[in-house]
């Protein structure tokens, strides 16, 4: 069973950070990109932020300079550290990976169950 587990949502101010973070597990060979997408009520998932096996990163525009991702490839884990929050960051943010099984057969597209986070005063 591969799976992605996400942590580090919750309540923030306005300005302030939060960490999320979200490991792979089970029986995995490789992970390729790993990133994070977010959906906030009545509209629709979009990308956040996005981190391929050889390091590159892609930002959307609405977070540059203020989230960043990063990744431990030892852990198989993503990172998505986000500073200057603001009420329109309010959304459930989900991780995602394309990993390849330890049967090698096909890569698997896997999403995590969403992690809700909320800037508000």
């Known amino acids: 069973q591969v799976q992605l587990v996400e942590s580090g949502g919750g309540l923030v101010q306005p300005g302030g950070s939060l960490r999320l973070s979200c490991a792979a597990s089970?029986?995995?060979?490789?992970?390729?990109?790993m990133g994070w997408y977010r959906q906030a009520p009545g509209k629709q998932r979009e990308l956040v932020a996005t981190?391929?096996?050889?390091?590159?990163?892609n930002e959307a525009d609405s977070v540059k300079g203020r989230f960043t991702i990063s990744r431990d490839y030892a852990k198989n884990t993503v990172y998505l550290q986000m500073n200057s929050l603001k009420p329109e960051d309010t959304a459930v943010y989900f991780c995602?990976?394309?990993?390849?099984?330890?049967?090698?057969?096909?890569?698997?597209?896997?999403w995590g169950q969403g992690t809700l986070v909320t800037v508000s005063s």
């Open positions: 995602n990976a394309v990993v390849l099984p330890v049967d090698r057969k096909s890569f698997l597209e896997l």
């Open positions: 089970g029986s995995i060979f490789r992970v390729n990109a």
């Open positions: 981190i391929l096996s050889g390091g590159f990163t």
